[in-house]
T-cell receptor
């Protein structure tokens, strides 16, 4: 079946502009995660959605970052007033349940964001 | 807080060599452990996982055993191929409703 999809695959923007990144999780997956991967670094957690619960925003690096999710489907990550340090690959993942540590997360191909 | 430490790369091996990538962790609870792989130009894929002590995860000739006494989950393969060239990430999930905690990744290059 279809995996996690993300769009756009690449985004180049100018410093100070807002950007929106989109994630379509695997159908039926109730949990959705956003991570950031900066060049040469591991993945940093940003935000997590589980069903209708309030999202876990503990990984968001600043108030310029926000995310929404429509029900148990599409999510958008918005970065306002982008800075050069926001340049990274933004990865979305989904999992079937998200309430068990044994749950496997499936990752999308990522959006490569470059802020000039 | 929880953390994962994996060996620094890059690692360069000849084809058919034995591979070990070390991974150790700290966790407050009883985590599940994962190895993810990122092939050039592709997204992150689950390679294998283990959910309790002494479990062995295996896939594509790779193995890793969950060692609670040494808090380790080292990745091994007996004979690497050029197609195994990728970045390998060790990760843990400590409880439900929490994200994965990743190591920094180890780049493996296998030369013919």
């Amino acid at each position: 079946g279809a995996g996690v999809s993300q769009s756009p695959s690449n985004k180049v923007t100018e410093k100070g502009k807002d950007v929106e990144l989109r994630c379509d999780p695997i159908s039926g997956h109730t949990a959705l995660y956003w991570y950031r991967q900066r060049l040469g670094q591991g993945l940093e957690f940003l935000i997590y959605f589980q069903g209708n619960s309030a999202p876990d925003k503990s990984g968001l690096p600043s108030d310029r970052f926000s995310a929404e999710r429509t029900g148990e489907s599409v999510s958008t990550l918005t970065i306002q007033r982008t800075q050069q340090e926001d340049s990274a690959v933004y990865l979305c993942a989904s999992s079937q349940d998200g309430t068990l540590p044994t749950d496997t997360q499936y990752f999308g191909p990522g959006t490569r964001l470059t802020v000039l | 807080g929880d953390s994962v430490t994996q060996m620094e790369g890059p690692v360069t091996l000849s084809e058919e060599a034995f591979l070990t990538i070390n991974c150790t962790y700290t966790a407050t609870g009883y985590p599940s452990l994962f190895w993810y792989v990122q092939y050039p130009g592709e997204g992150l894929q689950l390679l294998l996982k283990a959910t309790k002590a002494d479990d062995k995860g295996s896939n594509k000739g790779f193995e890793a055993t969950y060692r609670k006494e040494t808090t380790s989950f080292h990745l091994e393969k007996g004979s690497v191929q050029v197609s195994d060239s990728a970045v390998y990430f060790c990760a843990l999930s400590d409880s439900g409703n929490t994200p994965l905690v990743f190591g920094k990744g180890t780049r493996l290059s296998v030369i013919a």
